[in-house]
């Protein structure tokens, strides 16, 4: 049956037109490719325009923001066809802007936490703005997913997409270097999502990009994730202290609740006793894949939902993946289908170098240097 839901897909996409798939809906765009079209989503306190552009391959429809490249809806079918928003975000501008906790946003320049918001290269110390108790989240107070970037729609051969640029001035958010980035989300004939990143630098620098989408495979909005079924091809993690730091050792999974190597639910073991737990709150870790570092990307997570069969698979280039379970998540947001978002209800899988590694010898480089391109990969694909 899923064969063929995706032959009759890709033989639409192939003719450029719309696959009427299952049970679903009206005669619109199901697995045919839409080119992106561009439509005023709302305006900045300053009266800066923000956009949306709604876009559709192989089954797959996502609607993304000039403001912090958020992903504001992505729509896949389920086993039955059916159609449902697997992404949490909002419907304003004015929410995102107020409160969001990274929704669907481009993470940058640095995903996850920098101890202090300190770090040293080449002898000279760096202070970054700190908006996580005493370390720096996500960038900074003002990252790249508050930022809004330059989008250019393509479309080649049977890919539709977005370049995405931003351009991070000198010594913002405490960084430094003038940091160029361009980000491509593709939608490919098979309905799957790359995004590749490219940065380059003025000035030595960090970097380490993500996206930082909240899955849940039920729709949002339909409860918690904890039922939801999850493998991570990752041996080991990265245990952190009170403050979510990386403790720097490497730590195997063997034999406690981080050990998703067979799956298992979320739920399974998120309430052990165990001490990374309660740090957490749930999960919120950096993962230690064992293929490390590829230069092409490669099988490292699979999440499914066993209510509505979907199924998400996440390829990428990145050493470590950090699985976040929404465990912050407190009820005080309403989400873009009208209802309040509460722990677990969704879950993060954030492709990525480990947090901290500024400070961290032992992890793998962060390091970008004027003259080296820094690239990396991730692809989402659903079943
Ligand atoms: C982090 C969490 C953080 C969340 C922000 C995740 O990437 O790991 O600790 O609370 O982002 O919503």
Redo the contacts with the bound molecule.
């Keep these: 049956m899923e064969t063929s839901r995706r032959t009759v897909i890709a033989a639409a996409a192939a003719a450029g037109v719309a696959a009427t798939v299952g049970a679903a809906g009206p005669a619109q765009a199901k697995g045919g490719s839409q080119k992106p079209v561009k439509k005023l989503f709302g305006k900045l306190a300053d009266g800066t325009r923000v956009y949306s552009w709604s876009l559709a391959n192989g089954g797959t429809r996502m609607k993304v923001l000039s403001y912090g490249g958020i992903v504001q809806s992505l729509e896949i079918p389920d086993r039955r066809g059916r159609y449902a928003n697997v992404s949490l975000g909002f419907d304003t501008i004015e929410d995102y802007v107020a409160k969001s906790?990274?929704f669907g946003a481009l993470i940058g320049r640095y995903g996850?936490r920098i101890d202090k918001g300190r770090f040293t290269l080449d002898g000279t110390s760096h202070q970054l703005s700190v908006n996580d108790g005493a370390n720096s989240?996500?960038g900074g107070a003002q990252g790249f997913d508050k930022r809004v970037w330059d989008v250019e729609p393509f479309s080649k051969g049977s890919d539709v997409g977005l370049h995405l640029y931003y351009t991070s001035v000198d010594g913002e958010m405490g960084y430094p270097g003038t940091l160029k980035a361009k980000v491509t989300y593709t939608l490919t004939a098979h309905g799957d999502w790359r995004i590749d990143y490219e940065a380059t630098t003025d000035k030595a620098t960090v970097v380490n990009l993500t996206s930082?989408v909240y899955w849940n495979l039920a729709g949002e909005g339909n409860g918690t994730v904890y039922d939801h079924e999850l493998k991570i091809a990752a041996s080991r993690y990265t245990p952190v202290d009170s403050g979510?730091i990386p403790t720097g050792e490497l730590e195997p999974v063997s034999g406690s609740p981080f050990d998703f190597r067979r799956t298992k639910t979320v739920g399974e073991d998120i309430r052990e006793a165990h001490q990374q737990l309660l740090y957490g709150q749930g999960f919120?870790h950096n993962w230690v894949l064992d293929k490390g570092i590829t230069a092409a990307p490669e099988q490292i997570a699979t999440l499914k939902d066993p209510s509505s069969g979907r199924t998400l698979q996440i390829a990428t280039t990145e050493p470590g993946v950090?699985f976040?379970s929404g465990n912050?998540l407190d009820g005080t947001f309403v989400g873009s289908g009208g209802h309040i978002y509460r722990q677990g209800d969704a879950l993060?899988l954030?492709t990525q170098h480990f947090p901290d590694s500024p400070n961290q010898p032992g992890f793998p480089s962060t390091v970008l240097r004027p003259g080296q391109v820094y690239r990396s990969t991730t692809v989402h694909s659903f079943n």
Excluded: K, R, V
């Design positions: 906790p990274y996850n989240l996500h930082h979510l919120d950090q976040y912050f993060c954030e």
